[in-house]
């Protein structure tokens, strides 16, 4: 069941709205647990204190800023509490801004906005109001001790929040962006915009799929059965030294029927032997306990 992770009101002008946040999106991946090569035992990871030379139970800690090497202000989460901001309760929405105008670099976390039953009216009349005038809210957001710029914008019958950086915390790189000290052809623009047109189609994320992790369940299940697994194929990238015949290739193999290849994963296992597992073939489930666990 999904979890509260914020709960507060969301106001514009007059009209406040109480609402829950959820995590909208979560990253997802396999976890290898750090094995004693001797035993094949799960280590154990804790808190220790050099100068009492001891182990520390976490009723213990408290949180310290260090002004001066090894100087410590220390602080109590009562208070933190109490410079807590107004949006840590309430996020009062500032401005309206046209979303095409935010850059996708500002975007970091998503979530859900859901309203209770009070505020069931006020959020749908805000969020029909934002769809037809297609505008975004930029608002204030408290949590987890931070405050955020966030910013709420309709989707899928409902609104979607997405919390941002700040201008500070985009990095500078030096060498981005020096467009200036390269000539390109008209041709050589008018043949990659044909490749970017014969590579054009809908997005669709259910398309995309992590490859490495179907490997890493695949190599787990060969592993509970014994098997090897065949290494995965890698592209040969030759290094372009003609960028009109490297474009022109391209555009043609796109165009070209696909050939059949046989797998290069599909090699015959030698005579006696099981044969490898195929590290591409997605596998649902792998059970979690099976005996000792091996190190990754």
């Not at 309206?96 to 970091?108: A, I, Q, S, T």
């Not at 201008?167 to 500078?172: F, G, V």
Request: aromatic share 8%; hydrophobic share 40%; glycine share 4%.
């Amino acid at each position: 069941m999904a979890t509260t992770v914020w709960k507060g009101h969301l106001t514009f002008g007059l009209i406040s709205i109480p609402i829950r946040l959820f995590t909208a999106a979560r990253g997802e991946h396999i976890s290898f647990n750090q094995l004693h090569k001797e035993c094949h035992t799960r280590l154990r990871q804790f808190l220790f204190c050099p100068t009492c030379n001891r182990k520390v139970e976490r009723a213990e800690i408290v949180k310290g800023y260090e002004y001066e090497k090894d100087q410590y202000a220390l602080f109590t989460d009562e208070e933190l509490e109490k410079i807590a901001p107004p949006s840590a309760r309430t996020m009062e929405i500032q401005e309206f801004v046209k979303l095409g105008e935010v850059d996708p670099l500002y975007f970091d976390a998503s979530y859900f906005a859901v309203p209770e039953e009070a505020g069931q009216k006020a959020y749908q009349l805000l969020l029909k109001a934002m769809e037809e005038s297609g505008y975004a809210a930029i608002a204030k957001l408290c949590m987890h001790q931070h405050e955020y710029t966030v910013i709420v914008r309709p989707r899928a019958n409902g609104l979607t929040l997405h919390t941002t950086f700040y201008a500070n915390e985009i990095r500078q790189v030096a060498e981005y962006g020096q467009s200036d000290k390269v000539e390109l052809k008209e041709q050589e623009i008018k043949l990659a915009q044909q490749l970017i047109e014969s590579l054009a189609a809908p997005f669709e994320p259910k398309k995309y799929r992590d490859e490495y992790q179907e490997r890493q369940r695949a190599l787990i299940a060969a592993k509970l059965q014994g098997q090897e697994v065949a290494t995965a194929p890698q592209p040969q990238l030759a290094p372009v030294i003609d960028l009109m015949e490297a474009l022109k290739k391209s555009l043609a193999e796109k165009q070209a029927p696909p050939a059949a290849t046989p797998s290069a994963l599909s090699a015959e296992a030698p005579v006696g032997k099981k044969p490898p597992a195929r590290a591409v073939q997605p596998i649902s489930s792998v059970p979690k306990r099976a005996g000792k666990k091996a190190t990754g």
